[in-house]
């Protein structure tokens, strides 16, 4: 190959090359800018446009301060101590074994019916605060709970016993005679 077919290869090779970049950058006169010769040029256009139009960075600033901004690292840390603060006011002290919504799922035996469970459990206790209707079973249940004898129990001692209005000082006078 000869040198000018090299060198004409070269400059088509360029060629394609700069094509490809001008395509990749668009049309400079496409740009929003005042200048538009130079992306540079353009770049720091608006560089000095946001400096001078936009909020500054400044750490100090209290919250809702519209005229400044915080930088990533302020914003993150006021973020943690939002979440640790809701956490806070969710677990209200609880310790450490409840403080997560899995503990307290776990503590109430992850019962998505947990206050129904509950209000059956204390519907079922025998009160001694008013009158209750119990099933043969659960009467039989609460005197084995309590110790107390059934009303079978109570009627066969009644009945060994005899009548208990029974007038024995005048069974005593009638054995005297």
């Known amino acids: ?31 929003n800018t005042t200048t538009k010769t130079s992306l540079v040029a353009a770049i720091n256009e608006l560089m000095t446009l946001i400096g001078s139009a936009g909020a500054s960075i400044d750490d100090g600033a209290g919250n809702g301060n519209t005229a400044v901004t915080w930088s990533a690292d302020k914003i993150f840390d006021s973020i943690e101590a939002a979440k640790t603060a809701v956490k806070n006011d969710l677990v209200g002290g609880a310790g450490a074994a409840l403080d997560t919504l899995n503990e307290l799922a776990a503590a109430l035996g992850n019962d998505p019916s947990f206050a129904a469970t509950i209000a059956t459990e204390i519907a079922n206790r025998v009160r001694f605060d008013a009158a209750q209707t119990l099933t043969s079973p659960q009467q039989a249940q609460a005197r084995a709970n309590i110790g107390a004898a059934s009303a079978a129990d109570v009627s066969g001692l009644l009945t060994g016993l005899g009548t208990y209005d029974r007038d024995y000082a005048a069974d005593y006078t009638a054995a005297k005679v």
């Open 1 to 31: 190959m000869s040198l000018e077919t090299r060198i004409v290869a070269l400059a088509q090779a360029m060629g394609a090359d700069v094509k490809a970049l001008t395509v990749a950058q668009g049309s400079l006169s496409a740009l």
